[in-house]
């Protein structure tokens, strides 16, 4: 699977602004807690509920995260120990790929 830059940074976009916005719920609920009242009650009730079911999945895609990295290290590990040159090929012609990009710029 491949994935860019791009991808990976507006994915990183999106995790914190979903971050954010808990926390966000989380301090609007703590400076409406003196409100009272069977509405408020249940409404806080339910906000609170979604907030942790949020965590929870923010947890499980971080982890979820962690683990592919760590896949993904260990097999470009392998990779580079069963085939060093060609590894090695690969790094002189990324690095040529960057310089000239760079140079033209």
Same mark, same amino acid.
């Given at each position: 699977?491949?994935?860019?830059?791009?991808?990976?940074?507006?994915?990183?976009?999106?995790?914190?602004?979903?971050?954010?916005?808990?926390?966000?719920?989380?301090?609007?609920?703590?400076?409406? %807690?003196?409100?009272?009242? @069977?509405? +408020?009650?249940? &409404?806080?009730?339910?906000?609170?509920?979604? /907030?942790?079911? $949020?965590? !929870?999945?923010?947890?499980?895609?971080?982890?979820?995260?962690?683990?592919?990295?760590?896949? %993904?290290?260990?097999?470009? @590990?392998? +990779?580079?120990? &069963?085939?060093?040159?060609?590894?090695?090929? /690969?790094?002189? $012609?990324? !690095?040529?790929?960057?310089?000239?990009?760079?140079?033209?710029?």
């Amino acid at each position: 699977m491949s994935t860019n830059l791009t991808d990976v940074s507006s994915r990183d976009r999106v995790a914190q602004n979903f971050r954010d916005l808990v926390n966000d719920a989380e301090a609007l609920l703590k400076s409406t %807690a003196a409100y009272t009242g @069977e509405g +408020y009650e249940t &409404a806080r009730a339910n906000v609170v509920s979604r /907030i942790e079911t $949020a965590k !929870g999945a923010i947890h499980d895609l971080e982890g979820r995260a962690i683990d592919r990295y760590k896949e %993904a290290s260990a097999n470009t @590990e392998t +990779y580079v120990r &069963a085939n060093p040159w060609q590894a090695v090929g /690969i790094a002189v $012609a990324v !690095g040529a790929l960057v310089g000239f990009i760079a140079h033209r710029r």
